[in-house]
């Protein structure tokens, strides 16, 4: 990890991932006030393992100079990312949406001081991309980010902030998911690195937002996710009639900080990936109907055929 990395946060990463291995470990990674919770069911979506130094410590400091680094080692996980699979089988999306379901259950009892803190990536904190509004070059654009942004601060937030709050991972893009190499199922998820304590919803929200951006039927992608997400991990009417807006302010708050990224890092290619599907998406959101995005939404709650 870079030399500015928080070492609080870091140690938060490298216990998840210990405490999603094994969740009677209550031996903390190091002084943060950690805690694990009670053993629950095997998530089907496997973590990295943490690997040990020979002295027994998860995390090293190295010095190279006047660098310093934190050094963490996990083993290898098989599979490539969704984000190459094609197609996306109705079971897969399913798969994938348990599973994450099963991984939020897990995640439920998982606590660390270093997840409580303030991250652009966290929905809440949408209204804070106004600022970077202005690398975002075309008008009409610009004038799309802020009319969506105007509705999640007078209208979403205040009832996002009545549903429930717990660690999620908050970063289940179909790059930081893997697959097997016949693309049919799941072997594993990556990268904690947006982990924080929020809410729950909005863990679907931001994998159906990656999900529908990469697929020729996005509507339909995100109803067979849910259906998965659902059954392992039951929402609220409440959450579940939020998704849409919050998939929408995700792809926002993605489309501003990939501007800014391009200015500011315009050599890291993988900080824009998702820039242009994220418009894309957009685009054609304007042209859907909110409410019947909302009621295929909410039917994937209920149907095991979605």
Do not use: K
Not at 169 to 197: C, K, Y
Not at 212 to 233: E, K, Q, V
Not at 240 to 250: F, N, Q, S, V
Not at 258 to 280: D, K
């Amino acid at each position: 990890m870079r030399s500015e990395a928080d070492p609080a946060f870091v140690e938060a990463q490298v216990e998840v991932l210990r405490y999603l291995a094994d969740p009677l470990s209550r031996a903390p990674v190091g002084g943060s006030g950690s805690r694990s919770g009670s053993r629950s069911a095997e998530p089907s979506l496997p973590t990295p393992e943490v690997v040990l130094s020979l002295d027994g410590a998860a995390i090293q400091e190295v010095r190279t100079g006047a660098e310093s680094y934190l050094v963490w080692l996990v083993r290898f996980l098989e599979g490539r990312p969704l984000a190459e699979a094609r197609p996306r089988s109705p079971e897969l999306l399913r798969s994938f949406g348990r599973a994450l379901g099963e991984l939020d259950l897990r995640l439920a009892a998982f606590s660390h001081a270093a997840v409580h803190r303030d991250l652009r990536w966290d929905l809440r904190n949408a209204p804070a991309a106004r600022p970077l509004l202005e690398h975002v070059e075309a008008p009409a654009r610009r004038e799309l980010v802020t009319a969506h942004l105007d509705r999640a601060e007078e209208e979403v937030l205040p009832r996002l902030r009545e549903t429930r709050a717990q660690v999620i991972h908050n970063d289940a893009n179909d790059h930081n998911v893997l697959v097997d190499t016949s693309g049919t199922a799941l072997t594993g998820i990556l990268d904690f690195g947006d982990m924080v304590h929020t809410h729950l919803v909005c863990e679907p929200a931001v994998a159906m937002a990656y999900l529908m951006m990469n697929d020729s039927d996005p509507i339909s992608a995100a109803r067979r996710f849910l259906t998965g997400y659902h059954s392992a991990c039951p929402l609220t009417e409440a959450e579940i009639l939020l998704l849409p807006d919050l998939i929408i302010t995700r792809l926002c708050v993605s489309v501003v900080l990939s501007a800014h990224a391009r200015r500011s890092r315009p050599e890291n290619a993988y900080l824009t990936v998702s820039e242009a599907p994220a418009w894309r998406l957009l685009d054609l959101l304007r042209t859907l109907d909110g409410d019947e995005i909302a009621a295929e939404l909410a039917g994937a709650c209920v149907r095991s055929d979605a």
